[in-house]
């Protein structure tokens, strides 16, 4: 830890500038006092870009629209980049009122603030068919919000093989792969038996019958014979985005 | 229906050979009795070769091996092939005794006795890797006992595409294709995607984890976007050998 | 495979009308590059005829009404049948708008264009219920969208057991037989101890409480002790009938 | 309720043999202590036979040979009938030891001491399959012990859907019917259609895969499309027997 | 069987009435001709009253109003009793505007004639809670249709112990006892353990969180530590209903 | 149990007031009739607040307004406090009409009236994130209801980890704390390896795809590692609040 | 926290006894290294008796026999109590090698040693049925290793009512009560039902079929009409007593 | 692609060295033929490394020790990285016997051959308690056999949390870190909440009860509200090491 606040507190203490029972109390309130917002009826987590690398994100569900308005308000106070998942049309219209230079994604049901600076690294968003864009959509605009390069295939479920090995050369070279996929969820492990870096398979609830909206997709990803498969919730876009990115950004400021 | 039987028994009557109340207490037995085999704590259907095309088959499971030797005795006097599946060893050992002929495979555990013609049709039974062979060796038994054609692919699973691209030759010209595959179960959906006929899919138990004992497998393949795949329970490599080499069967039938 | 266009590009090589370079691009592309339709926001499989055996179909859920009318009228100009499921309301009146001899069912929420030749073959469709139509004349749709001879048979439950013993003799001879019902699924198994065909049973969501929206048929169809019952999907009348119309479709293209 | 013993009580209170504090004591006392034997680590409810109709049934699982004994000898001691349930050999070996005039079924793998009675009413119980029998034997037992007349129909699963037929007369007239089956458990439902009496059906755990233990017979039960079918629970052959002997019971008490 | 109408025949052929060829048509068309009366586009059965005591009982859900009012002009034309449940307000104003005796019960959502006789017999139906009721009211109607005497007993769930112990003199004496419960479906058992009679327990779907729509009483009630308990499926207060009417019918129907 | 009403009624039978037949008709009834209010459609059991130290709460959902004005109506005549939960917006607008001092949440779907006395003992209510509030608020509405102090914690989900350790200082001393949360449910194992009082998680249905609406978070609650966590159903505000509140108020009943 | 320790470390910073950067490399280190005890192959946490109460139990399934008695040497090394719960044979014989005082219970699969100290409080354990011990064993195991007055009461499961109405005296005044149950659960509800206590309910994995291992039982608690019952894992004897116990001690540690 | 032999292959076409149908026949073959090794009753895809970058590992269940062992020299006669895991004592033996420099891991069920290079980046692997270790190493083996850096902590679960406190500096700095745990699974939320890098979460089937085999903590896991949390199979440590492996090598590889 070594952390440069206890040091100057020290400091000060001994430079007399400071009761013991003064310095106590500070001590034991910054150690425990983390800097979250406190806001009218939620509280915001503005520590956590410093912590793990990138701002909290809003999950607007179940928030009220001047919730979010407050949230994105004091995000961009704080100079951090701000998204929304899960956004309504209430919720949406609110934020356009207040907001000009917003991001809307309707169909990924997003809003975002990004910071301006050239995309890093190359992450491909692959969906099997076209009910599975809103949650591909998610995942993109996760990684625009993040800063990461990212390009959208659409259409290449196992059902007509020849069009997925079309696509293989603009698969190759990625850092990080997301597959969404509905009813059998076959295609990560097909992606996955080809390319050589992490896929990251994002089952949706596409599908009817013993789909069991998701739960089909789930477990077929969940048990990938392709090793280089990982699984994130059913519909998480903005997870699995947010892990490519992840993976992108850590590769790319290594070299930067 | 035009049975027969009826037509005699009525002409019997009106000859004068059989009182009214007899004729009546024939008739009646005669559209109740089937031609079953009481044996000694069990019942043997023998008029289903006739009803479905194919004799009854022994399901060996929880049935004594005297019982197994007594059913098989019953089939070879009637005439009729004979299968058992799932059978246990000492069962195995009974009927090994017994028959001198009998064909016997212990990976797939099943014991048979067939009809001498030649095969016909030709149906492909594709197993997703080597623990799935038992299923697909049950499969294969039943065909032979059926009297098909077929050939066993192994080891061609979706984490390695290559291997089964370099298959597709083979699989051309199928009357039916019987897919035996655990885990994710994507097989069925990537074979129906490369071919023009039926696709019967069989689940197998391989696995560990999520993949329930064979559940994630039946669920992939229930929702598999390819068109021309069905399903059959869980390791029932016998079902989905029986159901292709009826497909085959038929179609063959017709030509001679 | 001996692919005649690969044939043509070597003698074209061969014959000094193309670079080494352009040929081994050409090979390449071709190698890759699948008929695929690009369209505004979906592709269209038009290889799949020639693959498969029939034209890709139209899963029309999620899909904007422009979006199913375009793909309608590549398929027209490409020359194939078309057959979208799940149709909505607006999407019934779009392709209503564009094309005059659309064929439609309501119940079954389908529309379809069919190529047009004689019959062939003969399916049987047989739903337990009242309730259980809409997935039977799914079935019935695709059937006679693939050119396939089919009849209905309802209500046929085995509550009342004499009402299928009646239907018997029409059942026989089929090249196949769909049978849709929800509850306990116990109608395929009866239906295959009568038959000497192959039995395609679809689950439907007919029930309540412990019928669980199909899951109790389903688990009931996939355990039959009839061995000539495979099963589809929930609900997946389209997919019964292809497999049925695909069994019909090569029987009877051999005799032809 | 107008209990004898409380008549008693009071009487012996205005006749001045009880005190008053004693008579309430005695009274508060009665109204709450059963009959209950209170044996070495159990106990055992002698009230059971008056309250319900029959003597508490010993679930022998788990418990050590020593007590299921004595559980025995203090029924014999009251003069009650006495069945024990999922006996093993070791508690059959033990209670062999003792009693000379046990009547022992190891399929069903029950002990029990009948009173002796012509037995009363008639109940059919049916198995679908022979693998099904250690269940109907189990119901048989309990029907035994209840002093009910009972027969067993075995192997008349839909598979072979004219043995049923064969068996239709023996059914008719029954007080009730237990049926017990696995796999799809569709046989319920089969006779249920063709009879006037309650069926009780029992699932169980025959079969493999999808079969679930009995949970695919155990939800084609319970979804039963015909009306006069009740479930129990899988395996609970003990349960439909009693059910089916308390429903014979009563109709035959009442004419006697 | 020995058939009255098969013996006319036979009769009528040796009268020389018939032709050989006629007689066996007639013969084998009555042998699978059901008396069923086919309607617009649905069957009815109207055998089941005699081959099994009581008529085909209308499932409303999912026809139109003008089947339901086709099937009860039917059963009326026929002189049986008409029962229709699930009936939606939609079906209920059809069936008034056509009917002016019909007895309707919104709580229930039934509708039914029934014949005019003195009810025999007495069935108490037992609701755990004010919401248990619709499902208790749909038992209560099957019995009143059925002509069983019944009454209905509310509010007397196990939180309330003294509740239910106030009502036993109520249930002694009944032929059965319906218990309808939600939530933890203890109900059933509980009433079980203090009377001498079926118990036919039907969990209704009445909770919430892990009540799982009536699962978690469904599963309750088939491990009931109670032997006098059976169940009936989630919701099925007409199954329910119908087996305890069946019960006290054939109770009673003896002794007159 | 010594029931002063049983020696009243023996000196008055004593004394020569009473016949015996009617002492003792008097006695049984005692003895099963609990002091129930009959309402119009339901029961109230007003022995309750006796018996287990507070009063019966009306579960609202189905009960129709006038029910649940009834039941407050006679509670209040009672002199019992009153809670109602799962409130509609109709029925809140009936209470309104009638009581003009009830207390309404109408986030937490509530009305009470309290009794007057100052509040005992402290229970922490503590929710991961803001979508729980509304369970949570239901917590504290009937802690409110029991006269048991109480505070509220929002949003200290464990992915902002700082943010609960800010909080533990407010945890001491608690008698008891519910912690309410969705999605994984960690968070009271989180809180519960911190503190030394009893933890009452109830998982709530906030989250998506595999929280299955609740039952994730059931999961992880019950196989919380920390050993001072139970649980109760899924968005069980109430009971969690009521099992928290019943720990605080006999461990402060005793100091007083 | 106001932690005394920190205190020191300032005043020997302020009074030169240690520099600026010990001082601060102390500090943080105390902050975040708990008093564990790092093991041979695990870790044992020694602050928890401070932090929670009471020690770190050990879990012992999986645990080599010597971790086990290391963790009891240190245990009994810190002064403080010892608890191990299934423990296997071998580590019983290990234990008992090593300690000559330690309490083994086979039935509840436990080991321990307690303080030396007057039992505080009085919790009930019940426990349905004889099956059912070994989880109440082991809640009285905790509740005698914590100091907590306990007893036992078997056998009173619900279809014996009159045995639980027996044993109510014994059930008032209690602190808590465990009831622990299989089957369908109902005990629980019914004990909470009449007493003012809260109720422990822990669900055990006795029965068989649709009991699912406890899961019935789980849900037939989770759902318990009665609100003063809380629930742990199935077959968790050492969490519901733990539960009970922290309960009681609480209490009882208030008046003393 | 601009495959090299393609070039090659037309070359020698134009030079005459090939006929056009040879050319075109070894250009097919070419294309479909992926250098598989055909072994005795199984396939080696060698090809595998340079297409994902590492080898195919050997899953040893249900193969036999000598398929085992003839994959092992196939590996090593390609120099490819050999892994097995789920390798039984008897597949152990027989590569021991073979092999004299053979890595085994008897508590991971691991046997492999690395690669003699330096290790290479930095991977955190975690283990909540001492029964996980077996899934933690199986894990780290992984990650040896891929050449990278990685460590062990153990013992760290959420019910002792300064415990996870006090490991937080190894943590900082790490490429990916995999967290292993059962019951609720809580740990890999707790510690994503802590770090900024990639955590691959991989569930165990350790704990009882509704633990149900690992599936409490799947469920868990894929719920968990941190951002940075992907999830593998149940017990699946070599896929979490594999993906840990993977974002590790190709962070680092870049940099070298």
Known sequence: MSDPHIRDLLQTLLAGQLSLTEAQRQLEEHLVQPPTAHLSDTQLDLERARRCGFPEVIYAEGKTPATVVELFTRLREAGQAALATRVSDEQLHALHERFSDLVINRVARTARFSLQRP?????MVVAAGTSDRPIAEEALETLHWMGTGCELIV????AGPRRLL???????????????????????????????????AV??????????????????MLNSCAANVCVVN???????????????????ADQT
């Open 155 to 158: 259409d290449v479920g196992v």
């Open 203 to 220: 089952p949706t609830s596409v599908g009817y019958g013993a789909a069991f909206r998701g739960v089909a997709a789930l477990l077929g």
């Open 166 to 200: 079309a696509e293989l050369p603009r698969l190759e070279g990625a850092d990080a792969i997301v597959v969404a996929a509905g009813m059998e969820g076959a295609l990560p492990s097909v992606v996955g038996g080809w390319v050589d870096c992490p896929v990251i």
């Open 119 to 123: 995309p890093q690294g190359r992450v």
């Open 234 to 252: 059913i519909n998480a876009g903005f997870k699995a985005g947010y892990m490519a990115g992840l993976i992108a950004h850590r590769r790319h």
